[in-house]
C-alpha cells in the first residue's frame, strides 16, 4: 500500500481485518496530504450534480454513485463506532442552495435527479436555516462530518492490532507489477501480491491517467463565530466554482468554515485576493463572524466524468491498482476506495467496479477531456517567456518567483532571513514549469498537479522525486 490518507488508509485496515498481510508506505505523516487539508464534508450531495451524471454515466451509474457514497459514510460511522474512534464523526443536514444569477430550474433539474438516483430523502425547502435568506434550497438529510486527522489516527491503531505495519518517511521509488509486484524504498526492495497506489495522484504513471484528471487549487477560510449562532449543517451553492459551508467546534467558540475560489493549480498568483473575496462572501452571509483564525488551501484533482479512478491501473499489470481522482469529495471517494480495492484483491464481487474503473472511457466527457488537454499544451509555452523577474533582488523574504537564466527557468525562494534557495523549475514528471504558489508557500505545475515545497522537496506527485537543483553552470555564465 502507498498512500496513507483516507483510500490508502482504509484499504490497509480492511485487507488486514480480512487476515491479509499490509505493509503501508508514506514519504510523509499519516494523513499529512490533501487529507489534512480537507473542509471535511461526508456526503453523497455530488459536487458536479446528478443531473450531470446522468449525462455521463447514465441513470444506472448515477444510481450507483449515490449509493456508493452513502455507503462511504456509513461505514466511516460503523468503523468510528466498532474500532471506538473519537473522532467526532456527526450526522447532519446539507442544504444545496443557488448561487447569485443562478435560477429555480437547476434546483428542480437536481431534485428529479436525486430522487431517480434513489435518494428519496431530497425535498425542497424555501430556505436554509441560517439567518441570511438562502432562498429555495434542497435539503438532503442524513449527510454527516468529522475530524479525518482523528479518524485516521484511531485507524492507524486498528491497523496495527490486526497485524498492519506503517512506514511513514518512505518514499516509494519505484512500484512495479508482476510476479511478484516490487517497491523499492532507499535501498530497500519490498515484494508483494498486489500494490495499491494511493497517493492523491498515481507516481507509478506517465501519462495514462493524467490526461483524464486536472489539478485545481481551492482555498477555505476559518472564522470564529459565537457557540450555537450558526447551525451544525453543511452547505453549498450552486456557483462555479461553488462556496461549501460548515461548522467545526473549537475551543470556546464555533468557527465557520468557508471555501470556494478554485483555479487550476499553477495558473493564478492572487491568493491574498481570493482568501479577502472569501471573507468579504462569508462576512455578507455571517455578520456575526469575527476574527478569521485559519487561512489555507488545497488542491482537488478534477475527473473529466466527476468520479474518481479507482481499480486496476491501466496499461499495467493486473496487481497494481490505483485511487486518484476525487473530484472534490476525498473523504468518501477515498472509503469507496477501500471498500471497492479490498474486494477485487480479496476475489469478491462489488456492484461499483465498472463505475470507478480507471480504463473507462466516458462518451459525453470528450468536450471536458479536449479542453483540459488543450490548456496543459498551452503550459510548455512558459518554456519561451521570460522569467517572472528579471534578477532573485525583486523577491521578497518568504517568497519565490521564476526567473530566466539563459536557456534555464530557475524556481527561487527567498527565505525569512533572506537567503536565497535555488531550484530547476521543470518539473520532474513531463517537463512543465513551475509556478510559485503564495498561498501554499509551494511550486506548483500547473500541467498535472505535482506540488514541492519552498526549497523544491516533493510534497505531491505525480512527480516522484524533488525539483533538481539549478545548473551551476548557467549562473556562472550569468555572472
Known sequence: MVGAGIAGMTTAYLLAKAGRSVALLDDGPIGGGMTQMS?????????????????LHGSLGARLAAESHAAAIERIEAIAREERIGCEFERVEGYLFLAEGDTPETLERELDAAHRAGLGGVTRVE?????????ACLRFPNQAQFHPLMYLAGLTQALHRYGGRVYTGSRAEGIEGGTPALARVGGHLITAD???????????????????QAPYTTYVIGARVPRGSVPAVLAWDTGDPYHYVRIARVGEDDLVVVGGEDHKSGQASDAAQR????????????PMAGEV????????????????????????????????????????????AGILLSDLILGRPNPWAALY??????????????????????????????????????????????LRRGLQKIAVYRDAHGALHER???????????????????????????????????????????LAPADPSEKKRAA
Not at 41 to 49: A, E, G, K, W
Not at 194 to 212: E, F, L, S, Y
Open 357 to 402: 474503473d480507471p480504463s473507462r472511457k466516458t462518451v459525453g466527457a470528450v468536450r471536458e477531456y479536449t479542453a483540459e488537454n488543450l490548456n496543459v499544451a498551452r503550459q510548455y509555452a512558459d518554456w519561451l517567456t521570460p522569467g517572472e523577474v528579471r534578477s532573485a533582488e525583486e523577491i521578497a523574504e518568504d517568497s519565490g518567483a521564476v
Open 424 to 466: 530547476s523549475a521543470v518539473c520532474p514528471h513531463l517537463g512543465c514549469i513551475v509556478h510559485w504558489n503564495p498561498s501554499g508557500k509551494s511550486w506548483d505545475c500547473p500541467c498535472h498537479g505535482s506540488r514541492f515545497d519552498s526549497r523544491g522537496g516533493l510534497i505531491q506527485g505525480p512527480a516522484n522525486r524533488d
Open 127 to 135: 430556505r436554509a436555516p441560517f439567518g441570511f435568506d438562502s432562498g
Open 39 to 55: 473542509s471535511a464534508h461526508l456526503t453523497s450531495m455530488m459536487d458536479d450534480r446528478y443531473f450531470e451524471l446522468e449525462r
Open 194 to 212: 498486489a500494490i495499491v497506489v494511493a497517493t492523491n495522484v498515481p507516481v507509478n504513471d506517465r501519462v495514462a491517467i493524467h490526461t483524464k
Open 293 to 336: 483564525a485559519f487561512r489555507w488551501s488545497g488542491q482537488i484533482m478534477e475527473t473529466v466524468d466527476y468520479l474518481a479512478f479507482t481499480g486496476r491501473n491501466p496499461m499495467d499489470h493486473d496487481n497494481v491498482y490505483i485511487h486518484t481522482g476525487d473530484s472534490g469529495m476525498g473523504l468518501t471517494h477515498g472509503t469507496i
Open 275 to 286: 482568501h479577502e473575496r472569501l471573507e468579504a462572501w462569508t462576512r455578507e452571509r455571517f
